[in-house]
């Protein structure tokens, strides 16, 4: 379908059944957002809220809530696309097989943005103050846009083709903004505009900023979309809606998206920046206040019958997991293609995405030798730490495709089970200190600031796996309540945490009474706070084990060694995942408001059988 608007689409949704409108008028603050979550969670339709409280314009979210709607939205779309981002990587495939890409051409040429002035007359202008001030969590330091679409041009090089469209939070109000003159802009490191606002600093000029909300639900998928380098979001943005990105130049010279429902346009001065946040993040904690850029409002302008678009972030899975999986769909073996030998990577969406990837990768560096250990796949990991937005994970389970060509990284289970059956912790484990991190990542010792391991594992199983904890098991005093969370991990519960200084002294305890006990099939222990809670879920597991760990302060082992500054253990490894002082808080939802919401969801009320 090519989607003219927004409005378009929602239309388009419900007609097919996959909207619900909510007439009555819904409070922005908490309860829009507890709403949405209550929906996604029961895979339920998108959302349009037609009377939001102290605005005139209605919102809609949830569009992306699951892939199969995502699929229907682009569903005469994506198999093209599909090609195009298969040939932007490759383009030796069109001459192989002319026949099969004879419509790519064609696409990318329909996509190439147009330049539309005569779409001026369609905006209106209005206030920030005006539009839906959606707060989602209790200690959000103020409202957001949530599902905006960031765009920056090359100060060297103006015009859309050489400009960046992002998805990159925007602060409306709080803190320290000046009421509807000022708006907080906060982007992460490897993001595109950083390159721009650079480029503008080193000539001591202020950014213009256009951001975009609404418009084809192509547009804001451009914008999270990881793109090879050279591949415009505009033109990507055109070939997936069927439509050209069109726009115009307002006035004051920044750039105004034709299509959208909504465009804010200000400037970014050189060094000017207000404590933005905090704010409820998609690793299920908050991101704290820091100093980001501050961004100065120039114009707010909307359609005639604008339509609001938001989502929710928090602990996975939520609508931008949906997002993710539908990029996975578009881009398929795209990183595997630039990098030589990296069968497939995954970015483990239950860990919050950054902090742990799964990777496979080939290993014939000596298909010689009888006895095989991680040699290649090491090279491989270098690799993909290197790459773009994974250099910011701080774990990597990296395994050979060669000892079980059927392995795959989206099965967490399975594939932490493979590797601890052949991982040799006395050698298979790789640290990167001092280096950078996910800037939602709080686990570390400063913003953007932490360390990486690699565990990799290659070669015939070394030991079986036990789902049950071993009879007499003997623990330190500090820690109790063994549980098993998935065959070979064993979680402990440990006292709060205090200080590295203490945790020292617990682990040498803990060594002390595991080092000569039959250990084998449990090569991994993780120290929590809560052992039920951890244990009850794989997805439990993953998030807390690596959202609440920095591999370099937080892995430890049992007859632990370092030869030749190569740290090692000889007996199982342990991740202290337990709550450090340091930690932003966890998300928690509003008692009262959620009372209020399961109202709605009672017989007779609007949400009967939606939540």
């Not at 084809?216 to 793109?227: E, F, G, R, T, Y």
Request: hydrophobic share 40%.
């Amino acid at each position: 379908m090519a989607y003219k608007s927004l409005a378009a689409c929602v239309s388009d949704l419900e007609k097919h059944g996959h909207l619900i409108r909510i007439k009555e008028e819904v409070d922005p603050y908490l309860e829009m957002a507890s709403i949405h979550l209550r929906v996604y969670e029961n895979k339920g339709p998108a959302i349009l809220f037609e009377k939001v409280k102290g605005s005139p314009f209605p919102a809609v979210s949830n569009l992306f809530g699951t892939l199969e709607r995502s699929k229907f939205i682009f569903r005469d779309t994506l198999p093209k696309v599909q090609q195009l981002v298969a040939l932007r990587n490759d383009p030796m495939k069109a001459l192989k097989n002319p026949f099969k890409y004879v419509g790519s051409a064609m696409s990318a040429l329909s996509a190439l943005p147009l330049k539309t002035p005569s779409a001026k007359s369609k905006f209106i202008k209005t206030s920030i103050s005006q539009l839906p001030q959606i707060v989602n969590w209790p200690m959000d330091g103020g409202p957001f846009v949530t599902m905006p679409q960031v765009y920056t041009e090359d100060i060297e090089k103006p015009g859309v083709m050489n400009a960046n469209l992002g998805m990159y939070r925007i602060q409306l109000a709080g803190n320290d903004y000046i009421h509807d003159k000022e708006i907080g802009l906060h982007y992460q490191i490897h993001r595109g505009i950083g390159v721009h606002q650079s480029k503008a600093n080193a000539l001591g000029q202020p950014l213009k900023v256009s951001i975009f909300v609404g418009g084809p639900p192509s547009h804001p998928l451009a914008a999270v979309m990881p793109l090879p380098e050279g591949l415009s979001e505009m033109t990507f943005a055109g070939a997936l809606g069927n439509r050209r990105f069109r726009y115009f130049y307002d006035d004051e010279g920044f750039c105004i998206s034709a299509d959208a429902d909504f465009i804010i346009t200000g400037t970014v001065y050189p060094n000017e920046n207000k404590p933005e946040g905090p704010f409820g993040d998609h690793l299920g904690y908050y991101s704290l206040t820091h100093p980001f850029p501050l961004m100065k409002v120039h114009n707010v302008y909307h359609k005639k019958d604008a339509i609001w678009s938001f989502t929710v972030v928090g602990r996975p899975p939520q609508e931008d997991t949906s997002f993710g999986a539908l990029i996975h769909e578009i881009t398929g073996s795209a990183i595997p293609q630039e990098i030589h030998g990296l069968k497939e990577v995954h970015a483990v969406d239950a860990a919050g995405v950054h902090p742990l990837l799964f990777a496979i990768g080939s290993e014939r560096y000596t298909p010689y030798l009888k006895e095989r250990r991680p040699q290649e796949i090491l090279t491989i990991a270098n690799h993909i730490l290197g790459k773009n937005q994974l250099s910011l994970a701080k774990y990597l389970f990296i395994a050979a495709q060669e000892d079980d060509p059927h392995l795959s990284t989206h099965h967490i289970d399975d594939f932490i089970k493979h590797v601890l059956e052949r991982v040799d912790f006395s050698r298979d484990i790789h640290f990167y200190t001092n280096t950078t991190i996910d800037t939602l990542d709080y686990s570390g010792d400063g913003l953007n600031s932490g360390s990486k391991v690699v565990i990799a594992a290659a070669g015939e199983k070394k030991r079986g796996l036990w789902d049950k904890i071993p009879e007499g098991l003997r623990l330190s005093d500090d820690f109790n309540q063994p549980k098993i969370a998935m065959p070979g991990v064993l979680v402990l519960q440990g006292n709060k945490y205090i200080n590295a200084e203490k945790t020292a002294a617990e682990i040498a305890l803990l060594n002390m009474a595991l080092m000569n006990q039959d250990l084998s099939g449990l090569p991994l222990i993780i120290l929590a706070d809560d052992t039920s809670f951890t244990a009850a879920t794989v997805n439990n597991f993953v998030w807390v084990t690596f959202t609440r760990s920095n591999p370099a302060a937080d892995i430890y082992g049992i007859n632990d060694f370092t030869i030749n500054k190569h740290w090692g253990c000889k007996g199982p490894l342990v991740i202290d995942a337990r709550k450090k002082p340091h930690h932003a808080p966890e998300l928690i939802k509003d008692a009262v408001v959620e009372a209020k919401i399961d109202e709605m969801g009672k017989e007779g009320g609007r949400l009967f059988g939606m939540i």
